[in-house]
């Protein structure tokens, strides 16, 4: 992914937050026609510990195993991972300038590394529990699978699941970073007024491109 410099976040902490807080990842493997694709739950290995460099982690995942892109795996595989955070459309009416343009303020991450898919079924069991466990305590109630283990196993010859040992990380954070301050408080101001996805891009502009400096993010 080509990230401005403009753009670009120092350290591995919003990276970071964006892989745990926006679980569903794309991820792309070549194919010999084309690129596969499928859309995934994913996270990092639950014993990363927080203050660990992403380079070197490994994420987790899984898929079906009917799932074309499931056979086309293999040991060893060059792998992207696709982490998308809030994205939102903004009109030039908000810059109050002419001549203007439109442009698109969004987050998103992009992991790269080689991927190794998991054929013991104990592990894979251990990664869909920890896959459960992370999305229950992020996004959900708190629920035990403990009485749904059975289940699990019954249904785990579908499950494909893999490791992702990270080799490179892309974070691009644009957030009308290119704006002076009054433009871009006029483009908070504007998303605040909008639903959770803008009100969300509204914070992390205050992070990342009014108060970048106080915050000692790159800009």
Do not use: C
Not at 147 to 164: H, K, M, T, W
Not at 204 to 213: F, Q, T, Y
Request: charged fraction near 25%.
């Amino acid at each position: 992914m080509f990230v401005p410099k403009i753009y670009r976040v120092e350290g591995d902490e919003w990276p970071r937050r964006v892989i745990r807080e926006h679980a569903l990842a794309t991820l792309t493997t070549n194919g010999t026609e084309f690129p596969h694709a499928t859309h995934l739950p994913s996270l990092l290995a639950p014993d990363t510990p927080d203050d660990a460099p992403l380079v070197g982690a490994e994420l987790l995942g899984h898929m079906n195993r009917a799932n074309p892109h499931w056979r086309a795996l293999a040991g060893g595989t060059p792998a992207l991972m696709v982490f998308q955070g809030p994205g939102a459309y903004v009109t030039p009416a908000v810059y109050r300038v002419d001549p203007a343009a439109p442009t698109w303020d969004f987050v998103s991450v992009h992991v790269r590394g080689q991927l190794r898919p998991v054929e013991d079924r104990e592990e894979t069991l251990g990664i869909i529990l920890a896959t459960v466990a992370h999305l229950e305590g992020a996004l959900g109630d708190t629920w035990d699978p403990t009485s749904s283990l059975d289940y699990f196993r019954q249904i785990l010859p579908g499950v494909g699941a893999f490791r992702l040992e990270i080799e490179a990380v892309d974070a691009m954070f644009k957030l009308s970073q290119e704006k002076d301050d009054e433009v871009r408080q006029r483009v908070i101001a504007r998303f605040e007024d909008g639903d959770g996805r803008h009100r969300r891009l509204a914070e992390l502009i205050r992070v990342h491109g009014v108060d970048a400096d106080r915050h000692g993010v790159q800009a």
